[in-house]
């Protein structure tokens, strides 16, 4: 997402928010980014792809389904919710598609987590 009242013309690296957990882009702070200017870092990914990619968990509550923040799609898969932010869900497939992203980035500096990584 977008810091509210940032330039549209001149969108600074700052500007760019994680809709997880609310923190900026920084060089320091890697960030993949889906539909819409939503955006996940790498800190929540890596939470996001150890709990729905290698542990088996789903945060979606029964009832109604959510909406993935970064694809827009409703899909019946686990999701993982942002503890922080009540409006941001990501599917299992945006979390290993951003994982293969950051993986790439030799600039993103990122590592992902494997299953002897899960606590
Ligand atoms: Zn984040
Ligand atoms: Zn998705």
């Known amino acids: 997402m977008h810091r509210p009242g940032h330039n549209p013309s001149d969108v600074q690296m700052e500007d760019v928010l994680c809709d997880f957990c609310a923190q900026p882009w920084s060089v320091s702070r890697a960030m993949v980014e889906g539909h819409n200017g939503a955006c ?3 800190a929540c990914l890596a939470v996001a ?3 729905v990619a ?3 968990l789903d945060d979606r509550p029964p009832g109604t ?3 993935c923040t970064l694809c827009l ?3 019946a898969e686990p999701h993982f919710h942002s503890p922080l932010r009540d409006e941001a869900w990501i ?3 945006c979390t290993k ?3 293969g992203v950051l993986r790439k980035d030799p600039d993103a500096g990122w590592t992902c987590p494997t ?3 899960i606590p």
């Open 97 to 99: 598609q951003c994982a």
């Open 91 to 93: 599917c299992r497939r």
């Open 73 to 75: 799609e409703t899909r």
């Open 115 to 117: 299953e002897g990584s």
């Open 40 to 42: 996940i870092c790498g």
């Open 65 to 67: 389904p959510p909406t």
């Open 54 to 56: 290698l542990g088996g």
């Open 49 to 51: 792809y150890r709990a």
